[in-house]
């Protein structure tokens, strides 16, 4: 993850502005890839360490009605060549290659290698799966448990599970409705403080684990089987199309945590509870699966033990890559006027419950004839009055200014998307926990690093800002990263035209690229206004983007889902165009500083 979709990442290139509240697509059509993976770990060993031990899972062939994915040539090479190298499979049937260093190394090379060949068929699905759900077969009870993560017995969970649920006529439909309100009501930031259901539950707030969990947590106590996936991403982008243009889909490339639903009549079925639901893109590769993520930590695994007094402990710098050798992409999309308010793609899905077998009729013995009463008509019920429904009232217009009246710009302001892992290094971000006495581990994480090159020559981004109150802007701070490059930044500030950046109404001073820091690491980098140009901002709709002269190589970094905005709130457009025709569903991270009135 959402950031969910990471994250779903997706760029929607409109005619218009869409107005509708329901944003639940229905796609169809096929995606094909043939992908070569490969991950590269270079560990640093710490000082006095006495083993060292590295464990990858070995992906295996998958099959469901929506998603399908062949693992060939899977490779694993060592450097220098570990001292034992076994593999065995655990309880959840996943295949574990571990490697063992009893003399350890100074420094330790491992590269994981192999072809996924994925396929994502988007026709209409049937599924006859009732609910209330029949009971699970014995060797899917684990999937229906509590555990530290998927807290499915807490009160508040079993609540808001059995609320969700109530009156649901088929397994898709209670599925449905549960995803549904996940993508609502979480929002997605990384990292989270926890990474549980009840936190997600009680916060809002959580990443691509959160989102796992709490679906989890709530199928399983309406008895539906599920369990977490945990694969990788990747950032190749795709387009589908629909009734008003085009949607551009885009995830960061990295590690990522879904789920998938076991029904009776059809077997296990993905969702990525950030915005797909019964389906996964051809993007994504599967791993590792289990109860939760505590649980699917296997893959990257790094686990070591070192005498008392060592001082140090091993550090690791993990790559995440991957080649598309073929891309095969048909798909189109049509936008339905039901579910979330947030985005949610899906297959059409047939579902209805399959009718239980009517006995055989009792045959009585015949009655003797008795005369038939006659047959009187019903009087008619009077039909109840029409009422016609009160007229919806009319939304809030902005406040107008009074003439004659100051504006005094008294009380500090500062609004906008700030969720972002500030100053992390995405190539060394794991930490070090303790398993025993001098016995320590390392597993994978979630952190994904999401941004977009916006200094390229061919394409700019921009923003939306709502602002509740008139604001006196005194800067505008954005989430940048340097990766070196010449010349001057800048960031301007349009006015709403229809739902894109219309009118220009200011811009900020500049701003030399090598004030802006190289290190790892993404910060708030803040361009002022003069303090005689500073403008103010009525209440209403702004955009903003960042102009640039030179060659820089910049990234703004974003945040999956629409945190704080609309769901059409960041656009982009080709240099050529005049027309601000693309919207992506992701936040740029920003920040608009200045004063307000009381």
């Known amino acids: 993850m959402r950031k969910s979709l990471q994250a779903l990442l997706l760029t929607l290139c409109l005619l218009g502005a869409a107005t509708a509240s329901a944003e639940n697509f229905t796609v169809q059509g096929n995606m094909k890839s043939d992908i070569h993976y490969e991950l590269q770990h270079q560990i640093r060993a710490g000082d006095a360490m006495q083993v060292l031990m590295l464990s990858f899972v070995v992906p295996e062939t998958f099959d469901s009605p929506t998603y399908r994915q062949k693992i060939s040539n899977f490779k694993a090479r060592f450097s220098p060549e570990p001292d034992q ?43 006859t799966a009732p609910f209330p759900a029949a009971a699970a077969p014995e060797h899917l009870r684990d999937y229906l448990q509590a555990s530290e993560q998927v807290q499915t017995n807490d009160p508040a969970i079993r609540e808001l599970s059995e609320r969700l649920t109530r009156g649901a006529k088929t397994q898709y439909e209670a599925v449905q409705k549960v995803v549904s309100w996940v993508v609502d009501h979480v929002r997605y930031v990384n990292p989270p403080v926890q990474y549980d259901a009840l936190y997600s539950l009680q916060t809002g707030k959580g990443n691509c684990q959160n989102y796992s969990h709490l679906t989890a947590a709530l199928l399983r106590h309406a008895g539906v089987p599920v369990r977490i996936v945990n694969g990788v991403t990747m950032n190749q982008p795709f387009n589908v199309s629909w009734e008003k243009g085009t949607l551009t889909f885009k995830m960061g490339q990295g590690r990522h945590s879904w789920v998938e639903v076991w029904y009776p009549d059809l077997g296990w079925v993905p969702y990525d509870p950030q915005n797909m639901q019964f389906f996964i ?67 059409n899905v047939l579902a209805k419950a399959k009718e239980a077998e009517a006995p055989p009729p009792v045959v009585a013995p015949k009655p003797e004839p008795k005369p038939e009463p006659p047959v009187v008509a019903p009087k008619p019920e009077p039909k109840p009055p029409v009422v016609a429904p009160p007229p919806a009232p009319p939304k809030p217009l902005p406040p107008k200014p009074i003439p004659g009246k100051v504006l005094r710009f008294t009380v500090p302001f500062a609004y906008g998307n700030v969720d972002f892992p500030e100053n992390v290094d995405f ?124 060659k820089p190589v910049v990234n703004w970094f974003y945040t999956y889902g629409k945190p704080v905005g609309p769901v059409y709130g960041t656009r982009y457009k080709s240099i050529f165009d005049t027309q601000w025709s693309g919207a992506l569903n992701y936040e740029f991270n920003y920040k608009v500083i200045g004063r307000t009135v009381r």
Request: aromatic letters at 8%; charged letters at 25%.
């Open 427 to 550: 190539a060394f971000p794991r930490v070090a926990k303790a398993k025993g006495r001098n016995s320590y581990e390392m597993s994978r994480n979630f952190l994904v690093e999401t941004a977009e090159f916006v200094t390229h020559s061919v394409t700019q981004y921009a923003q939306v800002v709502e602002l509740a109150k008139p604001v006196r802007l005194n800067s505008i701070a954005l989430a940048l990263h340097n990766f070196g490059g010449d010349g001057q930044l800048w960031v301007e500030v349009f006015r709403d035209a229809a739902g894109q950046p219309g009118e220009l109404v200011c811009t900020t001073q500049m701003m030399d690229l090598e004030e802006i820091s190289t290190k790892p690491g993404y910060r708030w980098e803040t361009f002022s206004f003069r303090d005689k140009e500073r403008p103010v901002l009525l209440p209403g709709a702004y955009w903003i983007a960042l102009g640039f002269t030179g």
């Open 85 to 127: 190298r076994k593999t065995s499979t655990d309880a959840r049937g996943n295949t574990i290659l571990e490697a063992t260093w009893r003399t350890v190394p100074r420094v330790v090379d491992a590269a994981i290698s192999f072809d996924a060949s994925t396929d994502t068929g988007l026709a209409p699905v049937t599924s």
């Open 281 to 347: 893109s051809n993007r994504f590769v599967r791993i590792e699966v289990g109860v939760d993520n505590n649980e699917t930590k296997n893959d990257g695994l790094v686990r070591w033990a070192q005498s008392s007094g060592a001082k140090s402990k091993p550090t690791l710098q993990e790559n995440i890559g991957g080649n598309f050798l073929s891309d095969a992409i048909k798909v189109t999309a049509r936008r339905e006027n039901y579910g979330p308010k947030n985005l949610l793609l899906g297959p």
